[in-house]
């Protein structure tokens, strides 16, 4: 077996299952040794009840205990679950299962098993939900072992990648490295053959750091040099697409029922420009949340299609793709633009998407809108001139590359709400024209911004009711889907930013218990990343079209999602999340015109909470301006989190964070500097390397994102 056979070579893997792993974008050896854990986790050791009852912590833990007395079965709210009391001989606690009655008949009063999971308190009693049953051997043979938690994928349960995995670790050494080995001394950094085989075999969590620093070492510079021979042989690129203003855009804009703010008009300026220059346009525009980047989307794709084109916009989530269509079909009919709109995301029926792509085949579509489903099907254009790339923050450098490529040269605009700090925005982007829309519509009421502990969750609520009978919506954001989420334990325990007894919030629990809390005439509904797209699309679409009240969620709502209707958002566990990350959830509200109020709660008590979390979140409540936050973002949070929820500020590379990794980054562009200016050794390696990068299919979310 060698590095680019297909995945089906590996012993025990079939077709079907070839397939699935296909579907996650892996097809050969080379794939899945890039397909990296999201995080580790480490067996602890037996715990005691009575100590778990002194400890102040909840969180995961082992206890070898006897079934005290047979399970009873339990309904509650439509799911049934199993409860049943376990004892040492220094306590007991009470373990829960849920949706499973019919393993009643695994714990027999007098058995012994050792049970892991997640406890909490309540009163005086101990209780454990959800736990693993692990056997003797079991236990011991995981005892201390750091273990490699892969991505949550229905198709691909962990330890089936873990497995292939493991088949395939002995070709790490057939993987290249570009690096010279001065380069690599003096850098620290180890060689990319032992970085990832241990990043899915560490012994240590400083395996797991040195194999981390390699790899994100790795995105930046190839990011570098890739934005460097592109720039050097491509700059100024002639396009063929050179638009004559015919006052399309300019009838559009007066159409509109509001004037343009200075900031958009100088963009819209700008683009302008650009595609009548002759010239292939690459340019980034940059603004806050809700300071109107998609209706200058919108007039950059008409003045493609008044010219008689195409044009592409792309979006990051089928939510979000779906809202960009209705907008253009509602705009299309009142203003007689002259788009014919087509939308094409991956829920699409087979036969639908058929149409779809006949129709930018043909060109009877001259506008269409979707995700990256766009992209990695075979879609063709009839005369593609123009792209719009909303939120690319969402994709990875791959995708962003490929959807370019697709026409010849299209002029590209890339859209980003992300504030990037302007010293690394610099970094990052030097290579492309920047427009920044650093000014909101004026009819804005200026947010309210409130940090509470959960002693005010009470109030929050009266408040929301409130609102909510007034016609007014509301979200609620927690950072977790399911309460046995192990993934993200694991990042609370190794964040530590959290104060003792925090309680991490999930969705599905929290939306069951608020619809008992609240008075039943409040509709409430869940919604989080593990729902199939069609489903999310469902809810969203209820929830715009007002059908829904509350909105109970995931981070998935914070990409772009415009209801104005929603006044409030009260954030569960603020703590957890990167105040960018924050930032571009509290953008969700304050999009009408009436008073917004955005509650950020802390998961402990304000007493237990460090200094350093008080401190994050007050910055929220000093400034609206994502500019200054993204600044103080990157001031203020510590290495060691990275395993923490991932952080809006852009996931644009796989493992790299552009925030904590800000020295790194600096460093990769002075070595890239040195290589090119002194070693041209180095520099053919690593064009080599470039080359193999770009034969191998991109592996977008997965792979090294070049
Ligand atoms: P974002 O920049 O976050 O993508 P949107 O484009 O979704 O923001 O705009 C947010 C809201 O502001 C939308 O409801 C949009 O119609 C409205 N809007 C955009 N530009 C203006 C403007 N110049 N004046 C008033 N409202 C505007
Ligand atoms: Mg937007």
Redesign the pocket.
Known sequence: MNLFDPIEKIKGIGEKTAEKFNKTGIYNANDLLHYFPRSYSVMPEISRISALKESAHNGIAVVDVTVLGAPNVFRKSGRSFLSFYAGDTTGRIRVYIFGMPYLKKNFPQGRHVILKGNVTKRGSELMMSQPKVLSKEDYECLKGKINAVYPVNRDLPGSVVEKAVHAVLPLTYDLKDYLPEETKKSERLIAVSEAIYKMHMPDSMEDVYSARKRLAFDEFFLFFSRMHFLKNGTEKETSEYSFKDDGAVDRFIGK??????GA?SRALSDIERDITSGYAANRLIQ???????????FAAALAAVSNGYQALIMAPTEVLAAQHYK?IVQMTEAYSLPFRPGLLTGSLKASEKKKVKAGLASGDINLIIGTHALIQDDVEFKKLALVVT??QHRFGVGQRMKAVTKGSSPHTFV?S?TPIPRTLGLILYGDMDVSV?DEL????IERKNAVVDPTYRQKAYQMIVKHVRDGEQAYIICPMVESNDEDAFFDLQQSGNPGAETILQNVTDYTEELKEKLPSDIRIEALHGRMKPKEKNEIMERFAAHETDVLVSTTVVEV?V?V?NATIMLIENAERFGLSALHQLR?RIG??SKQSYCIFMTGAPMNDMSKHSKERLNVLKTTNDGFKIAEEDLKLRGPGDFFGLRQSGLPYFKIADIYEDAELLKRTRSVLEHILNDDPEALNDLKEALKQKEDLSFTDFHGICL
């Open positions: 509109l029922p509001y004037e343009l703010t958009q603004g806050d949340v809700g300071s109107g980047k998609t209706v200058i989307a907008d909303d939120e859209m709400a829309i519509p004026g009819d804005r772009g415009n104005p953008g999009r009408g």
